[in-house]
């Protein structure tokens, strides 16, 4: 078995890994955001629901978390689930559990804001969406870059953790070459893929910091 | 302030081409001609859309699909092949001629082991076909099985120059097998709980893979496994392991479906007799004579 066949195999399985990632990011970030507002929001209930919420999916297993939304509706509701639903509960799980954490480090971003620009902004006729969406907004996204950086390259590797639900991402594919070659080589094969793609992903997130920085 | 919206919305439309790039990759490679389980998945929704679009007879198009529980990891039985990145084995072999002749569409979905009851419950999978060892009285009252149709043995294997020669010698030594495996239930099992009792530990692990690569480094000292796996081993690593004469279990191999689902146990059991009548299952048995199965299968 060349290294070649190794590789190949490996980079089948990284097509799953990439749906993984995009459509995470794709539906946590808006959902973080929208926590984040919920969560400052001046209706106390709301506000500790919210706060309860994120405490749950930041304080338990992401693992466990997958396999609650996967067998969760069979064994709360008895629903008989599909074949299709093993990529669609991976997605639900990792968007929630990321936009609990993405939430957290927005509502950094928007607090960072000092409250005189609301402030200037009420005064100059701003309505409340309007100074969000012109004012906090633009300069959230700015200040949060760093901190999604991390995240984003968090989620890369953790991509590997949809295993639990035998979803056929790379590193489940590398440890079954590995099994069928009795060979721990391909898992360092995808050690490598790993550390390209996270490579890929921060020069890219910094050339938006950079595009992001017109200030300076 | 334009100029941070035009910044913004492309980072957004980026982000977006750039998932739509992701789901075209994860497309290409489902139809790739190898197909491996993105395959399936694809091959899962597609012939029930493209049923429903051409025949009024939606219902049958679902019935059709007959979708096998594996673990990935457990050669020879179900494997990735690496050389056309589908999945393989000689259970999956069976599976296949089955699903041929009953004009079926054989669905090969990999699962978690430790996941197998939850996956057959809730209907993820329609069976386990994996070299599910019919034994231990949980076991068999957990599912609805098929007749047995191998013989197996949990074998304990060591490295080619260990001095462990007999289960005798195992006392206080580390043990490893897969979790949730046969050979673990066969390790708590009353026969054998004298022996088991023994050992320093019994370790568990998800993959009799991982359990081998343990054994060659020699975190532990030996590894209870069903004999086919160990050969299976071998074969990869020649002049590394050794089994030991005295296997510590003998037990049987059968097809277990979900408890009650006898109506789709009988239509299995009808072909697959027929299969094992005409020779087929010997002959798919055969491919895997290095790892002994023509003389494990059961034939009567």
Do not use: H
């Amino acid at each position: 078995m060349g290294l070649l066949t190794v590789i190949k195999q490996i980079a089948s399985g990284f097509g799953a890994t990439l749906i993984i990632f995009f459509f995470t990011l794709l539906f946590s970030m808006p959902l973080g955001i929208l926590v984040a507002l919920g969560r400052m929001s001046k209706l106390k209930p709301l506000s500790i629901l919210i706060q309860g919420i994120i405490s749950v999916l930041r304080g338990t297993p992401l693992m466990l978390q997958l396999i609650v939304v996967f067998y969760g509706p069979y064994y709360l509701f008895g629903l008989k689930l599909s074949t299709s639903w093993r990529l669609y509960a991976t997605l639900i799980g990792f968007s929630i559990n990321y936009a609990a954490y993405f939430a957290e480090i927005f509502r950094a971003g928007i607090q960072s804001i000092p409250v005189g620009q609301t402030e200037a902004a009420t005064v100059l006729g701003y309505t409340k969406v309007q100074t969000f969406l012109k004012i906090i907004f633009p300069q959230m996204i700015k200040r949060t870059i760093p901190p999604v950086t991390n995240e984003v390259i968090t989620l890369v590797k953790d991509t590997s953790l949809a295993f639990v639900l035998a979803y056929q991402e790379m590193f489940t594919y590398a440890k079954q070459v590995s099994a069928a070659m009795s060979s721990l080589m391909p898992l360092f094969v995808a050690g490598v893929f790993y550390y390209i793609f996270n490579l890929v992903v921060t020069l890219f997130m910094n050339y938006i910091e950079k595009r992001l920085s017109y200030y300076n | 302030m334009m100029k941070k919206f035009a910044a913004m919305l492309l980072t957004g439309v980026m982000a977006i081409s750039l998932a739509a790039c992701g789901g075209s990759t994860g497309a290409s490679s489902d139809s790739a001609p190898a197909a491996e389980e993105p395959a399936a998945d694809a091959a899962a929704e597609a012939p029930a859309a493209d049923a429903a679009a051409e025949a009024p007879a939606a219902e049958g198009a679902e019935d059709t699909e007959f979708i096998v529980g594996f673990d990935a990891e457990y050669p020879p039985y179900g494997y990735l092949d690496e050389a056309t990145g589908d999945y393989t084995g000689f259970d999956l072999q069976l599976a296949e001629e089955l699903c041929k002749r009953r004009g079926w569409t054989l669905v090969k979905q990999p699962i978690n082991w430790d996941n197998k009851d939850a996956e057959l419950d809730s209907g993820t999978i329609d069976c386990i076909w994996n070299g599910m060892t019919y034994s231990t009285p949980e076991r068999i009252n957990a599912y609805t099985w098929s007749k047995p149709y191998v013989n197996n043995s949990i074998v304990i294997a060591v490295v080619a120059d260990s001095d462990i020669q007999t289960p005798a010698d195992l006392a206080g030594k580390v043990v490893i097998a897969q979790s949730n495996s046969s050979a673990e239930d066969a390790l708590k099992s009353d026969e054998l709980a004298e022996l088991a009792g023994t050992f320093a530990e019994l370790q568990r692990n998800p993959s009799y893979d991982t359990c081998f690569m343990d054994l060659k480094a020699g975190v532990v000292d030996a590894v209870a496994v069903d004999i086919g796996v160990a050969r299976y081993q071998m074969r990869n690593n020649p002049d590394t392991f050794r089994i030991l004469d005295e296997p510590i279990s003998t037990e049987q191999y059968a097809i277990a479906f979900k408890l009650g689902n006898e109506a789709l146990r009988d239509q299995v059991q009808e072909t697959y007799d027929e299969m094992l009548a005409d020779g087929t299952v010997m002959k798919i048995a055969q491919n895997y004579a290095d790892d002994n199965l023509p003389d494990m299968l059961i034939t009567e």
